[in-house]
């Protein structure tokens, strides 16, 4: 019998999760994404319920992936690509606390690696203004009703990413 795979997860929150989770899908050691909510008051929230603003939950994709083929730093790496982190409460067109920068750590050592990350990404002048994402510690999960997962890929590509 095979050895099981000991595998990691990261939770981030870039914006409207669709967009953010196809990001995550298609990277190698990826093995499984969901999209829901975290960081906020309301137990088992809605989504109409986190539109509302009032829940204090982030739109978050959580990530189960396997360290030995994709590192927690390339993960952090896809997180900045995916959006506008010097953006408060909004990326494009979405606006409200729900669509905030935040990286949820799972352990000590990410809370290191999304530190130093977020400072080397600061200094690289890659972005025209302070980088103003939120690490904090992960809390419960809350995964979102299954019309959101992985919404592109059941209907056809689709983005929610807007060009800065």
Known sequence: MAPEK???RATFGAGCFWGVEEAFRRVPGVVETAVGFMGGTVENPTYPEVCTGRTGHAEVVQVTYDPGTVSYRALLDTFWDAHDPTTPNRQGPDIGTQYRSVIFVHTPEQEAEARASKEEMDQSGKFRRPIVTA???AGTFWRAEEYHQQYFA????GQCRTVW
């Open 154 to 157: 059941k209907r056809g590509g």
């Open 6 to 8: 000991s595998l990691e």
């Open 135 to 137: 690490i904090e510690p």
